[in-house]
């Protein structure tokens, strides 16, 4: 069963990128920060498990990298996690030619 996010939950947190959404209802809670270089941190309860997404340039298919856990308190600590690397993605600017270019980093805390 899902740990319940209280209405404030995302304020927790410092995004440099622009936040497309972020709701807490009872059945889906979800956040999307859009930043430069075509990166999206996208993160959410599906199925069960807290996940956090890297993507660039819409590729979901292939995510830069991908966070998961099953609590509140490690969802706080992915996320974080996931803050610091899209941060650090957008200055290194390495996603600038055509093609995947990376394996997808997979977490599971």
Known sequence: MQDSLNNDFWKKF???????????????????????????LD????CGIF?????????WQSPVAVYSCKTVENFEKIINLAI???E???IQKRFSYY?????????KI
């Open 88 to 90: 650090k993605e957008v």
């Open 14 to 40: 410092s995004f440099s990128g622009d936040i497309k959404y972020s709701e807490t209802y009872l059945d889906e809670d979800m956040l999307q920060v859009e930043y430069p270089e075509k990166l999206i």
């Open 43 to 46: 993160a959410g309860f599906y």
């Open 84 to 86: 610091e690397q899209v």
């Open 99 to 107: 093609g995947k270019l990376w394996e997808t980093i997979e977490i």
């Open 51 to 59: 996940k956090v997404y890297i993507i660039w340039d819409n590729n």
